[in-house]
């Protein structure tokens, strides 16, 4: 317990020298903060790379169930294939795409 108003300021104005020292310990420093600006950017540059190079690997696969289709199209005009196959052609090619898109 305190006796004047005196003490009581005295108290204070030490316990905020005490949270403005110990506030001063959380901010890190500049080496600390660049190395996590480093980490980060190399993160997002690794993560984004992984990306483009799986959407470029999806194109392609999707790009080449597109052309499958048109070569039994092709086929079923020609009657090289009959109604029946071209639909199971068209059904599994149709699968793949749903899932391609699906990941874009």
Do not use: W
């Amino acid at each position: 317990m305190t006796n004047s108003k005196g003490e009581r300021l005295h108290q204070v104005h030490i316990d905020a020298k005490m949270l403005r020292f110990e506030l001063k310990l959380l901010v890190p420093n500049h080496k600390i903060t660049e190395l996590f600006r480093m980490v980060i950017l190399d993160t997002y540059a690794t993560d984004t790379a992984e990306n483009k190079e799986r959407k470029t690997v999806l194109a392609k696969e999707l790009t080449e169930e597109s052309n499958k289709l048109v070569r039994a199209r092709e086929l079923l005009l020609m009657g090289d294939i009959d109604g029946r196959d071209f639909k199971e052609i068209k059904s599994v090619c149709g699968k793949q795409k749903k899932m391609g898109k699906k990941i874009f």
